[in-house]
């Protein structure tokens, strides 16, 4: 599941392999379970339980080591399933805890009335009593008292009792980055926030109520199942129940044969028959089926993902289209500089200075890369600090960048969008050639960015070359939509970038489509097309114009660094804010169905190896001809019913680590899957229980020497 | 059973898939139409029909119920009267329950039949009744296939098509011209025609002796009884009589006028939902089914055990010699796999696993191929749940041909998949638990259980074979049969017609590889191990009292 790429850092809250204590601590929450009107939610294992009271009534009306083992084991399949559902809810739970720890009683301090700019006196109150709308002044230190947005200020927030991320992040008011969550600390500076959310309804308080389970609801595909399940019941125990008046036939129209454990002139007594039925009906998967769903909720909060709902995360399995914001998820975010190309004359040398002095202005990471670039390949070390200069910093009207120098003579120099660059060297009076269209064009072509470089010496301006910026793909992502594209999944790079450069990025990060100069308003419009062909959408996004998108896809996963109007949109936050999350949220969804699946067809197969032990045991005394059936040579007629009904319970606590951990999953085409999966579970469901069941007749026969 | 029994069946069945691709592809034509033929629009006018006009689950379910309640009384009160009209020969009308049974078996396209054919219908009951009903209830389950095809094609709508188009088009375009030149092939080969009754004549041996010659239209019932899956025959021998079923080419023809509406119609589908890739599919599954069900009874009748079966290769008691082994083998094969209850042997006398092959190609939910359309939407309804674990095995929400197989899909699939086990199986424990049921039986012990068991899955699965030990004009059997017949094919219709309003409302979802493929061998696999295995686990303990007991000696 893990790439070198996307490795998460290591889980918030212990996860992966099951450990013997954490079954033995769910022991007495699994006895709790017991109580039939928790078990009627899950239709099969209530049969079981009733089938347990019905034989444990039948062993103290008529007594006998038999009765009472198989009693006994009947009880105890219920409890194992009650275990894997226990241990699959503990493990959400300490996660729950660990959250509660951080919602501490905290004090806010409100402003009444407060509006941008004024001054108003705080007032203190309790967190509680904070409402929507409200305002609340935090400042380095205290803890922010709930959920909401910044509307005043800027400051380090450390957020790591929520994702576990222990360096600050920035939040201010405006822009994209401007939601904090209840319970984090300000380190710095002071803010107002407008709190978003009513008491009780907080971000803390939804993600403690997700990974407690306390809002589990089935999903769409495993109401389906439980239906099928409870079909599959049904069906079993008509079987069952006609199978006694045949019974009593068929020994009466053989009289003479004698009375066996199993089968009286009554019929096939009433233990056998429950241990025939429990065996029948699917109790495996009926047993583990909400331990798989809680497991993959848990999954999802291991890698830092909140699903709102189980629903969410099943969608994910589905989903036919991947939009993928350009910046940030298929590029590192920021262009750097990657080579310089003199024009007209000029020097390499003399466009790299240029490009380093009229670059020190620049604050931004391309900035940056600009003077890093010039000074590691041209060896202007010193150069920035000893001159005296007026910097001239970018705006969005003039496009521009640059420095005013005064010594050793006056100079201007700028750096900017090559059409801006050419109207400044016009104004001032000089004439720009046809070669920057041409180099211009080049590097649009290869997917980089162009920047022009400028200088105005004496009042007479000249085009000294363009920078190149590289937009740097991050590593393994073509191997990873390669993955992808054989799951069936279509990515599709959205970006504002010109559809040339578009063209190239999209051509070397291996996407399969791409949207240039995308605004939000298209983007939303994509969505509605692909999901009128009849796909599912999934997309990742942090703004407040995002959030149409994110309301209409279906799945859309919010960056936790996103406005408040974003992670309401979507159904799943990013704790960590990593947009190639998406890819593994994708695989949890498929895995959980697979594993659901995969068990289905285990626990079907199983049944044929059951009807082998038990059928030949209960009338191979009527009918000698059925002790052919018995195909695995059990012992006797009670070790071959025993052996089933141990199987049948065995077999649910050594499925309870698959069902947490999720079946094996390697991206792959659907004809792939199926084929490892029918083969592996179908095929092995139908040969496993047959080995399984012999040794434990073995077993039986040699420590319980009365079988 | 022999290499010529072998190369027997290999023809026959190379002969079906030759001609399945043709009238599949007719058949699809005639169901896509848009226009329609003067004798239609004749039909449609007179009985005041807008052909044109379409209906949603709910109304196409109302009119093929209000079609059957129409067919049961006329056919009842036909029954009832029969001495009053001419060419009854003197046989008198039937008792109300005997009439009844009769009439809900041939409505159901069951024809299981309480009594012996020309010793109690007259000419009449047979021609506008059983000959009438033939036609009309295979009519009836090729409409419901449609309606569930069309929920499959279709997306956003709740139109269905219109139950009476489809009607009169099957009767009209398909099954009366087939019916019609395989009567006159069959005529030639020497099956009988006439509206004689009972006549004398003497015996070859000369003398004193004479033998009762009992006449009939026989030849313009034979195709469709066989086409229809409806399968009642004019005499109680059915195709084991010389005037229905007269020598191995009319045998061989009988065999294949069994398979081939069946059969075409999956190729149909394909047609219809624009895939022949899904068509031959299916087929394959079926085909894996057929020849292994074949195969086991094969065995299990040519096994030579006993001083008889070995003297002359297999299991002859109660069969033709005309026909032989390999040819009464194939004939029940296909008989019982299709859905028609006819007969050239008695099933009776097969060996015990032998008779447990036929009962279980019945219990396989009749798919293999399956009757009139009614096959179709059985095998679909099979896919479906093998598709749902399926799908969830490949990581997505289950889906066949680009709808989803969601939670309001499977309800109406898994109500479906209930119907036939449930009721063969409480109908067969309330059969050998009360004295009347018991009384019935024809045989003692594990094999007068396969005869309950038997009657039990036949009468469900509209089938209308027998075990004939069983003696079925007896009130109990009368009216319990009644209810399997009436409960066995209706109630899983409306499921059918549920469900396919529900597809029809859908948006197709896209198909990526990400996507189960309804094709290749994995699919293959999964429709047929889930045919099987349903089969198997729903109906193993019964069988193992039953022939499994009788064989396994």
């Keep these: 599941m893990q790439s070198q790429v996307l490795a998460g850092r290591a889980p918030r809250v212990g996860a992966g392999a099951l450990r013997p204590g954490q079954l033995a601590s769910a022991v007495p929450e699994a006895l709790r379970k017991l109580d039939p009107r928790r078990q009627v939610r899950m239709p099969v294992m209530f049969v079981t339980e009733v089938g347990a009271a019905l034989t444990t009534v039948l062993a103290l009306w008529h007594g006998g080591w038999f009765g009472w083992l198989i009693t006994v084991w009947l009880w105890l399949t219920v409890v194992f399933a009650n275990l894997a559902e226990a241990v699959a809810e503990s493990r959400g739970r300490a996660q729950a805890d660990s959250l509660r720890r951080t919602r501490q009683q905290t004090n806010a301090r409100k402003l009444i009335g407060w509006r941008l700019g004024a001054e108003v006196e705080a007032q203190q109150v309790a967190a509680e009593e904070l409402r929507r709308g409200d305002h609340v002044v935090v400042e380095a230190g205290q803890l922010i008292p709930g959920d909401g947005d910044v509307v005043e200020g800027v400051a380090s927030v450390d957020e790591s009792a929520i994702t576990g991320e222990s360096a600050p992040v920035i939040r201010e008011s405006g822009g994209d980055r401007s939601a904090v969550t209840g319970g984090t600390r300000v380190l710095s500076d002071r803010i107002v926030v407008e709190i978003t959310s009513d008491p009780g309804r907080s971000f803390l308080d939804r993600m403690i109520a997700l990974v407690e389970g306390a809002q589990r609801r089935k999903t769409p595909n495993e109401l389906a199942l439980n239906l099928l399940l409870v079909a599959l019941t049904f069906v079993f125990l008509v079987a069952v129940v006609t199978l006694q008046p045949m019974a009593i036939f068929s020994k009466q129209a053989n009289g003479a044969t004698p009375v066996s454990g199993a089968l009286t002139a009554n019929g096939v007594t009433g233990v056998v028959l429950v241990g025939l039925l429990v065996c029948l009906i699917p109790t495996t998967i009926g047993a583990l089926l909400s331990a798989i769903g809680i497991a993959g909720m848990d999954r999802m909060v291991q890698r830092n993902v909140l699903a709102m ?10 989903v036919h289209t991947l939009l993928l914001d350009k910046t940030g998820t298929i590029t590192f975010g920021n262009r750097q500089a990657s080579d310089f190309h003199p024009i007209g004359g000029a020097g390499e040398d003399e466009l790299a200075e240029a490009a380093l002095l009229a670059s020190l202005a620049d604050e931004t990471p391309e900035g940056r890369s600009i003077v890093e670039f010039a000074r590691r390949h041209y060896g202007f070390a010193d150069l920035a600090e000893s001159s005296s200069a007026e910097l001239v910093p970018f705006s969005a009207t003039t496009r521009m960048s640059g420095v005013d120098l005064t010594e050793p003579k006056v100079r201007q120099l700028r750096k ?32 980089s960015t162009p920047l022009a470089v400028a200088e105005c010496v004496d009042g007479k301006a000249r085009v000294l070359g363009v920078i190149q910026l590289k937009d740097v793909v991050k590593p393994g992502l073509a191997a990873r ?25 999209a051509a070397e990060a291996g996407v399969d489509e791409f949207m240039a100069e995308a605004t939000p308003e298209q983007k939303l419009a994509r969505i509605k097309a692909e999901q009128a062909e009849g796909k599912l959408v999934a997309m990742t996004g942090d703004g407040t114009n995002d959030a149409p998108a994110l309301a209409q896809a279906d799945v859309g996963v919010a960056m936790n660094t996103g406005t408040s109007a974003a992670k309401e949109a979507g159904n799943m936050v990013d704790l960590d804010s990593d947009p190639t999350k998406i890819i593994e949220i994708v695989e949890i969804g498929k895995q959980l169905l697979i594993t659901r699946g995969a068990l289905t067809a285990f626990s079907i197969a199983n049944d044929v190896a059951k009807y082998f032990a038990i059928l030949p045991a209960m009338f191979g005394v009527v009918y000698p001809g059925l002790k052919a059936l018995n195909v695995m040579g059990l012992h006797s007629a009670q070790s071959a019913i025993m052996s089933a009904v141990v199987f049948n319970a065995l077999i649910i606590v050594a499925l309870i680590p698959l069902a947490l951990r999720g079946v094996r999953y390697r991206p792959a085409g659907a004809s792939a899957l199926l084929t490892r999966n029918l083969w592996v579970y179908g095929l092995g469901g139908l040969i496993a229980p047959f080995i399984a069941i012999k040794a434990l007749d073995l077993c039986l026969v040699r420590f319980l020497p009365g079988m | 059973m022999s290499t010529a029994g072998w190369l027997q069946a290999a023809f026959l069945l190379m002969v079906l898939v030759a001609v399945h691709v043709p009238l599949g592809d007719y058949m699809a034509r005639a169901f896509t139409s848009d226009r329609h033929w003067r004798i239609e629009k004749a039909i449609y006018r007179t009985v005041g029909i807008d052909p044109d006009g379409e209906q949603d689950w709910r109304r196409y379910l109302t009119a093929t119920l209000a079609f059957t309640a129409m067919s049961i009384a006329a056919l009842f009160f036909l029954f009832l009267w029969q001495d009053l009209l001419p060419w009854d020969h003197g046989h008198p009308g039937l008792g109300w329950m005997l009439a009844l049974n009769t009439a809900v078996s041939f409505t159901t396209n069951t024809s299981w039949q309480n009594y012996a054919g020309e010793t109690t219908m007259g000419h009449v009951s047979v021609m506008a009744g059983l000959g009438v009903q033939a036609f009309a209830s295979a009519a009836v389950g090729l409409c419901v296939a449609l309606a569930l095809v069309r929920g499959l094609t279709r997306h956003s709508t709740k139109d269905l098509g219109n139950f009476w188009v489809d009607l009169v088009r099957s009767i009209v375009r398909i099954l009366l011209p087939i ?13 009988e025609q006439n509206l004689h009754g009972t006549q004398l004549s003497p015996t070859l041996a000369g ?32 195709s084991a009589h010389p005037f229905e079923n007269p020598n191995a080419w009319s045998n061989g023809i009988e065999i294949l006028l069994m398979l081939l509406v069946p059969v075409a119609f999956i190729r149909t589908f394909g047609r219809l939902v624009g895939s022949l890739k899904q068509s031959w599919t299916l087929l394959t599954v079926v085909g894996i089914l057929f020849v292994g069900l074949l195969l086991a009874a094969s065995l299990a009748q040519g096994a030579h055990s006993g001083t008889v079966p070995t003297a002359v290769g297999g299991q002859t008691e109660g069969t033709e010699v005309r026909f032989g082994v390999p040819g009464s083998t194939m004939f029940g094969l296909s008989a019982t796999g299709s859905a028609d209850g006819a007969a050239n042997s008695s099933y009776d006398s097969f060996s015990s696993l032998g008779g447990g092959t036929l009962m279980a190609a019945m219990m396989l939910g009749e798919i293999a191929p399956g009757g009139t359309g009614s096959g179709l939407y ?46 063969i199986l409480v109908a067969s424990a309330i059969a050998v638990a009360l004295p009347a049921g018991r009384a019935g039986m024809g045989n003692s012990g594990a094999h007068g259980l396969s005869e309950v068991v038997y009657a039990a899955t036949s009468t469900t699965q509209s089938n209308g074979s027998s075990f004939g030990g069983l003696s079925g004009n007896t009130p109990f059997y009368n009216l319990g049969m009644c209810v399997t017949m009436l409960v066995g094919r209706y109630l899983p219709m409306v499921f059918v017609l549920a469900l396919a309003g529900r597809l029809a409302g859908q948006k197709p979802g896209a198909v990526t590889t990400g996507t189960l493929r309804a094709s290749g061998v994995n699919f293959v696999a999964l429709a047929t191990g889930a045919a099987v295995l349903l089969a198997l686990l729903n109906f193993l303990p019964a069988l193992s009292l039953g022939p499994l007991a009788d064989g396994m000696r």
Excluded: C
């Design chain 1, 309 to 318: 709902s189980g629903r969410a995360v099943e969608a994910a399995g589905d």
């Design chain 2, 378 to 423: 059985g095998l679909i309804m099979i896919v479906l749940v093998a598709v749902f674990i399926g799908g969830l095995m490949v990581g997505r929400t289950p889906e066949y041909l680009r709808k989803r197989i969601g939670v309001g899909e499977m309800r109406y699939v898994v109500s479906y998949a209930l119907v036939a086990p449930t009721l």
């Design chain 2, 207 to 238: 003398g004193a002796g004479t033998q009762k010659i009992v006449g009939g239209p026989v030849a313009s019932w034979e195709p469709i009884k066989l086409m229809s899956g409806d399968g009642g025959g004019f005499f109680n021998a059915s």
């Design chain 2, 179 to 191: 019916a019609a030149v395989a009567g006159i092939v069959l005529l030639a080969l020497g099956v």
């Design chain 1, 481 to 505: 939509f390669a993955e992808l594209r054989t799951m069936g999944i279509k990515t599709v790079m959205i970006t504002g970038d010109n559809p040339v450069t578009a063209k190239a990025i």
């Design chain 1, 416 to 447: 900017g969008a090559a059409r801006a660059i050419a109207n400044w060297v016009r104004q001032a009076g000089g004439t720009v050639p046809r070669e920057l269209e041409q180099v211009v064009d080049q590097v649009s072509e290869t997917g």
